[in-house]
């Protein structure tokens, strides 16, 4: 009997129940999904080195999961907590009844798992088709194949989730039983008649703390913008200390005058059902202040972790592509540390990497059908080189913050220099044509793409160059935006190439390297092409000797590990970005909608009395909208501004650090919103709305 009342409670009113099944069953979605990698990745065609990086992002997803069942635990606890208030009475007459306690609660057990079962099937399914897509997700990241179809269920992942939730709904049943427990039957009975206790704020002093909290907001902002993430020094500490501060008696002054602000204007007060609407929301904000400004900082972060992972992971892939125009790339350091070293196996071989290669790997012509070296010049105690800062000090240009701290520091680096020989035949070995340079004339080589409107400007403003003594103009294309070798992008700030003949004779280069062209595809001959340099210098590699590095190979990387590594870190930050931005914005729409249900239950009395007075229906609906409406908008607003600011510097750095914008993650950020946000604010209206209309029918 005591089941059957359970299930037709649930039944009766479930769309009481409609957002705790909704955010339970989002997050056993979410949890199965990121908690099944291992088995998704299992049937697409990776490489040995990929499916290690999917173990390692496997790895940082079960520790972030920990964090996501802490919120998810929050969120069922505090969803039940409506629901028992929401019920107070009810459980009031099952009292007066006869009911013994342990039968209640035996019957909100049985309604906690019925529910409970319900959203755990449902995250289920739509997690298992989740997986599927994430599946194919992951193989166009990795820019990998899935040779056939394949259903993908992981058992693992299924059992982790039911334990995992099984364990929170104990803690819930726990916490609804104590719950009740602690109700006396007059305080079940007259739940309806008890209204919260709103203690009124001074205007004057609101109006002084609202004007000191924008006043805090805007300086933090200033000063984030001003000083950037990147400097050092307490700026980003003071700057997140003032926007907590100024947030928190933003939400706390705004329920102090709120109402008297639009009460100044009285024909918008008192324009249909406003003055009701306004009084509601200034009750329920100068009470949950709090709460809000916590909602507001997890919006916070949930839109700037959503937009920067994105940006960041589309930002690292795309520079990959970019710098993966080579087979593969060696590097060395002919010079080493010592000032001025000459001697040595790279004289010896006239510093020609090929011909040392060659003599050291016996299959090199068979690996390897053709090869371009590139000499850096441009000894660091060199002063008849040009400098950064020179540039810098002579090019009127707009630094940001965030690239200024970049450069700081770097004024006396030397711009280093190359032959346009070496530099021609770099271009012939990706089939570009060659660049005339003529007898004095010189070019910007940069694959930094964040400097090189930077380098236009001082090119343009600054026409010639002295470089060893010889005055070179900027000809033909003055800044060119290439990579200089595999896995260099964004590390070249920028190289001067310039005739041959400039660079004097018997001049030692600091850098060499070599850029590779297979004899084959790259799938085929780069691991034989590894093995061997491994076999002959495996025992070299990243070493030095006194300041001597190796000859001819220091390090080496190749177009298909720098291209893999790229797509890991992508998979990686675009995953944690949505795991994480996903669970804190169903936490922050969760903790609104709850608060609104909660709300409209309290108010259901005051609702019908309009009703009766003669409103319309309509015009009752209005006022129930614009009150979640803007209850929803506030945090959202204020969080969106913070995000605006924070973001506009993360832009910089992700720029720095890859040369794009964060324009194509804010639209799929803003997307991401719209959709999870707006789903919850939808569902608490139409719950709301039919918690009013019932009360009006039952009144």
């Keep these: 009997m005591y089941a059957r009342i359970a299930l037709g409670n649930v039944r009766k009113s479930f769309r009481d129940f409609s957002v705790f ?95 409970g079962a319900g959203a755990l099937a449902a995250g289920l399914v739509l997690g298992v088709g989740l997986s599927q897509l994430m599946m194919y ?22 059992a982790r989730t039911i334990l995992c939730f099984a364990v929170i709904f104990l803690v819930t049943l726990v916490f609804n039983v104590f719950t009740v427990s602690r109700y006396k039957l007059i305080d079940l009975i007259n739940a309806d008649r008890v209204t919260e206790r709103v203690k009124l704020r001074s205007l004057p002093v609101s109006v002084v703390l609202f004007v000191c909290s924008v006043a805090l907001i805007g300086v933090a902002y200033r000063t984030l913008l001003d000083h950037g993430m990147l400097e050092e020094g307490p700026y980003f500490g003071i700057a997140t200390g003032l926007v907590t501060v100024g947030t928190l008696l933003f939400f706390f002054s705004l329920s102090g005058f709120l109402l008297r602000l639009v009460q100044s204007s009285k024909r918008a007060y008192l324009s249909g059902l406003n003055m009701f609407t306004l009084r509601q929301l200034n009750s329920r904000i100068n009470t949950a202040w709090l709460s809000i400004s916590l909602v507001c900082a997890m919006l916070f972060l949930a839109i700037c972790s959503v937009c920067t992972g994105f940006s960041v992971a589309t930002g690292l892939n795309e520079s990959a592509l970019r710098s993966s125009v080579y087979d593969a790339s060696l590097f060395t350091y002919p010079s080493g540390l010592s000032v001025g070293y000459t001697q040595g196996a790279a004289a010896d071989d006239g510093y020609d990497m090929v011909a040392a290669l060659r003599r050291d790997v016996p299959d090199w012509d068979a690996l390897v059908s053709a090869a371009q070296q590139v000499d850096v010049y441009g000894r660091p105690e060199d002063e008849a080189l040009p400098t950064m800062g020179w540039f810098v000090g002579n090019t009127d240009y707009a630094w940001g913050a965030t690239m200024g701290q970049a450069l700081e520091g770097s004024g006396d680096t030397h711009v280093n220099v190359v032959r346009v020989s070496q530099y021609n035949a770099l271009r012939a070995l990706v089939g570009e044509e060659p660049v005339d340079l003529g007898d004095d004339g010189c070019l910007l080589w940069v694959d930094t793409l964040s400097l090189k409107d930077f380098w236009n400007a001082a090119t ?12 070179l103009a900027f000809t033909g294309p003055r800044v060119v935006d290439e ?25 030692v280069p600091v850098r060499s390297l070599l850029n590779v062209s297979y ?67 169903v936490s922050c729409a969760a903790v609104l909608a709850l608060q609104q249900l909660s709300e409209a239950a309290d108010n259901v009395g005051r609702y019908r009395l309009l009703l009766e007075l003669g409103a319309e229906r309509r015009m009752v609906n209005r006022a129930l909208l614009v009150q979640i409406g803007i209850y929803f908008l506030f945090p959202l607003v204020v969080a969106v501004a913070h995000a605006a600011v924070a973001l506009s510097v993360v832009n ?43 009360g009006h029918e039952r009144g």
């Design 21 to 115: 099944f909704l955010t339970l069953a989002f997050g056993v979605c979410v949890f199965y999904a990121f908690g099944s990698i291992t088995e998704q990745t299992a049937v697409i065609d990776l490489a040995a080195d990929q499916r290690r990086l999917v173990g390692q992002i496997v790895d940082i997803l079960n520790g972030v999961s920990v964090f996501v069942l802490v919120i998810l635990g929050f969120l069922v606890v505090y969803a039940n907590r409506f629901l028992i208030r929401r019920r107070k009475r009810e459980f009031g007459i099952y009292l007066t009844l006869g009911m013994d306690l342990s039968r209640v609660s035996l019957i909100i057990v049985v309604e906690t798992l019925a529910v």
């Design 137 to 158: 997700v992951t193989a166009r990241l990795f820019e990998a194949t899935i040779s056939e179809f394949a259903f993908v269920f992981s058992s693992v992942a299924c």
């Design 460 to 471: 343009e403003q600054n026409p010639t160059v002295s470089v060893w003594g010889r005055e």
């Design 483 to 507: 990579a200089l070798s595999d896995g260099s992008g964004g590390t070249t700030t920028g190289v001067l190439v310039v005739p041959d003949d400039a660079v004097p004779a018997g001049e």
């Design 519 to 585: 004899g084959g595809a790259r799938e085929d001959v780069e691991p034989r092409f590894t093995d061997a340099l491994d076999k002959d210098y495996a025992d070299v590699f990243y070493t030095q000797d006194d300041g001597v590095f190796p000859w001819p190979v220091f390090s080496y990387t190749t177009a298909l590990s720098t291209l893999a590594e790229a797509s890991g870190t992508t998979v990686m930050v675009s995953y944690l970005a949505i795991y994480i931005g996903f669970v804190l914005l």
């Design 652 to 694: 910089d750095i992700v720029f720095l650090m890859t040369g794009f914008q964060i324009g194509t993650a804010l639209m799929v950020t803003v997307g991401f919103v719209v959709v999870l946000y707006g789903g919850y604010f939808l569902v608490t209206y139409l719950t709301s709305k039919g918690m009013l209309l019932r």
